[in-house]
């Protein structure tokens, strides 16, 4: 039922004007929505030279693996699944150095957290990705009944990936119900692919191709006023927002973690136009431990 109500909020978008007038009036009316985030591990810990370009050699730093729980009167969604329950036997295909430098700790996979506060996963009409690498994509069969929604680009390319950045046996059960997100040509906030998921302006997807092949950000308008942008892997910490600088590049070398990295610069000099532009705007990087502790973690939800 939530499927195919979102389903037809899809159609409508892709056939009707009206999400334009939704895109172009900031005064619209925003239904009700709420998030959470939910921190299902932290990194054992990297400097902070690691994590973006001219990064602190002195300041460490424990990035998080996270999902957002998006809560909406038509149906609540997942943005990324976090680190999932089979992640020992899925991370296993690491290398040594790679099993050090990925190495993780107080990991509590989001499926267990819901189960916890009696969330009823039927509310679940989705899973979004931002991108399927190996840290976003671990939860997803712990919700095999949720279908996965993303840009066919981005399931083809992890079709076809390799680790450290993609582990198949995380989405190869044949019970995976994939759909694919089509993105309008609708500019909103700079981005020119993007899709408003509810047709309300609440909560807009857009494309960050770049570090994966059509990665997706979301822009959350909460009824307060306050709005969000999740900004994927496109930088790892808010360091490269604020000072426009990419992951360093010998991090790149060693284990290829941007899929374009040319193309993901452009994407974090525009992000970091937008937040000069609109500071009221927060950014949050997906793996950012210090804005993520600024934000409502599961079981609280924004207001
Ligand atoms: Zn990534
Ligand atoms: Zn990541």
Known sequence: ??????????????????????????????????????????????????????GSWFTKRKLVHTAVLVTHPKGDFLFDSGIGQDFEEQMSVFSFFEQQLF?????????????????????LFAIIPSHMHWDHASGLED????????????????????????????YDDSDLRWNYLDLTNSEYEGFSKTLDVFDDGSVVLVDLTGHTH???????????????????????SELGVIHNKPRP???????????DFELNSVVINQIHK??????????????????????????????
């Open 1 to 54: 039922m939530k499927l195919t109500l979102f389903r037809i909020t899809l159609l409508t978008l892709i056939c009707c004007s009206v999400s334009i007038s939704a895109f172009s009036n900031p005064n619209v009316a925003i239904s009700d929505l709420k998030f959470s985030v939910l921190v299902t591990a932290e990194s054992s810990g990297s400097l902070e030279s690691f994590v973006v370009a001219d």
């Open 103 to 123: 190495k993780i700790e107080n990991v509590h996979p989001a499926k267990e957290q819901l189960a916890q506060e009696n969330y009823d996963l039927s509310k």
């Open 143 to 170: 919700f095999i009944e949720v279908p996965v929604w993303l840009q066919k680009v981005s399931h083809d390319e992890a079709l076809h990936g390799e680790p450290p950045g993609f582990i198949l046996s995380q």
């Open 214 to 236: 059509g990665q997706l950000g979301m822009f959350l308008n909460l009824p307060s006023g306050e709005r969000y942008f999740f900004i994927g892997d496109t930088t790892w």
């Open 249 to 259: 590049k010998f991090v790149d070398w060693m284990v290829g973690v941007d899929t």
């Open 274 to 303: 937008l937040n000069i532009a609109k500071p009221n705007i927060v950014i949050v990087p997906a793996h950012d431990e210090l804005v993520v502790a600024s934000l409502p973690i599961f079981p609280t939800y924004s207001k």
